[in-house]
């Protein structure tokens, strides 16, 4: 019988590399829980509507990328290809418009789309999303892109990363800049990949975004977005701005930064890394003001962000080292297993990790199994030791090696800790 592998675009998370996984959920909820953000779990599926509604039929992410399907009494549902438009539900659905605002919400966890795999993206990866609902305000921005940085700052990537800034300005004068745009672009699509041609009739501001080396001359000449943003725009994108230099936060105004997702309107920022390739987006978000509002919710506004896990995993690099037991416990046949294993239980609740031999090797295959493992030290109890309810501690790297009564252990092996006889 062949084996079964896994789906195309979904990937393992192994051992070695779970530890990096580790530090960089801890580096975004101690970030993120500093800055007053609370954890939110939700579903991993939700009525396809809500996606359609909220991320916008036009976009990538909904006409190709949704893993939709009939449940068994016919509903259509999705996986979610993105957390914002969940976290905004369960906004509307528990009243949370009522409290304190900015309400602040952060969620961690996978999300589906239907991509082509390549390194860096996957049909199924991980977001850190983060969502502050409620308030408009322009410092609001800007702490929030400083979260951002600092969540980075954390994992010590800071400085291989670029923080990239626009505004898209609000729905009303975004048609007007459409219009221009079309009309720009127009007269040269002949010129333009196959794929802004379609982007052209159906979502002309996806056009800036084309990484098609032969689109770029043309995009670069393109209009600028932020010349067409209203008064009121205007003062919020400086304003953002001002906040930021306050912070001494360094950014790219990049106007060309339109996203994939329909709903924003004003700031919208990504962090980019040359370091990934074409995926070079490691973190995006913006303002969406009126999103809430769309999903049939109060008309608060909101903004927030997303961080691609896999992509800052694979910034952290591969420097993972299997983790190495404290002490490997060998004890010489069967009575001096059973006398070793509540001592190894009462090791580990002291949160000293050992592992436990099963006395049916011979010592020297055990020694040699400690050093494979990388061991510190060996505990070896054979029928003597028993008698006297004694250990032989053994140093795996100097070789010394002495006797320890077993009530000891606990002391010997780490001084330093606090430990509970009991
Ligand atoms: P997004 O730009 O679609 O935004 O995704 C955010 C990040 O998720 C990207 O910058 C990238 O690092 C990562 N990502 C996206 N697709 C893939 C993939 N197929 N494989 C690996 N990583 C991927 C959003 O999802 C918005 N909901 C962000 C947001 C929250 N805006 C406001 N609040």
């Not at 500093?34 to 939700?46: C, K, M, Q, S, V």
Request: charged share 30%; proline share 6%; hydrophobic share 40%.
């Amino acid at each position: 019988m062949p084996p079964i592998k896994a789906v195309r675009g979904v990937r393992d998370i192994l051992p070695a590399e779970a530890r990096r996984w580790q530090r960089v959920e801890a580096a975004a909820r101690q970030t993120f829980e500093a800055y007053g953000y609370r954890d939110i779990r939700l579903p991993l599926f939700e009525r396809t509507e809500l996606f359609a509604r909220g991320i916008g039929d036009e976009t990538d992410i909904v006409k190709k990328e949704m893993y939709t399907f009939a449940d068994r009494s016919g509903e259509s549902v999705t996986l979610r290809p993105e957390a914002t438009a969940s976290v905004l539900r369960a906004y509307i659905e528990h009243g949370f418009h009522v409290q304190p605002k900015p309400v602040r919400l952060y969620t961690l966890g996978p999300m589906f789309r239907y991509e082509r795999p390549q390194a860096g993206r996957y049909r199924q990866f991980h977001q850190a999303n983060v969502e502050a609902l409620g308030e408009t305000h322009p410092a609001l921005d800007a702490e929030v892109i400083a979260m951002l940085l600092d969540f980075f700052g954390a994992l010590g990537l800071a400085d291989r990363l670029e923080l990239h800034v626009n505004s898209i300005g609000d729905a009303g004068t975004r048609q007007a800049y459409v219009a221009q745009l079309r009309e720009y672009l127009t007269p040269v699509q002949d010129r333009l990949c196959d794929e802004c041609r379609v982007r052209l009739t159906r979502n002309p501001l996806r056009v800036l975004d084309c990484k098609t080396p032969h689109c770029q001359p043309i995009i670069e000449k393109a209009p600028s977005i932020l010349d067409s943003l209203s008064p009121e725009a205007a003062r919020h994108f400086e304003s953002v701005r001002q906040c930021l230099d306050t912070m001494k936060i360094r950014y790219v105004v990049n106007a060309r930064l339109v996203r994939g997702l329909d709903y924003y309107v004003r700031t919208t920022f990504e962090v980019l890394t040359g370091e990934l390739g074409a995926q070079n987006a490691v973190a995006g978000g913006g303002r969406y003001d009126g999103l809430i509002h769309q999903l049939g919710g109060p008309a608060d506004p909101g903004i927030g962000f997303a961080i691609g896990m896999e992509r800052v995993v694979l910034l952290l690099g591969e420097d993972d080292r299997p983790p190495a037991p404290l002490a490997l416990l060998i004890p010489i046949g069967e009575p001096a297993l059973r006398r070793l294993m509540p001592v190894a239980r009462a090791l580990r609740r002291a949160r000293l990790a050992v592992e436990l031999a099963y006395g049916d090797r011979k010592l020297p295959r055990e020694l040699e199994h400690a050093d494979r493992i990388g061991a510190r030290f060996a505990v070896i109890v054979g029928d003597s030791e028993l008698e006297r309810d004694q250990c032989i501690l053994r140093d795996m790297r100097t070789r010394e090696q002495r006797g320890v009564p077993l009530e000891r252990l606990a002391i010997e092996l780490a001084p330093g800790q606090a430990h509970d006889e009991s």
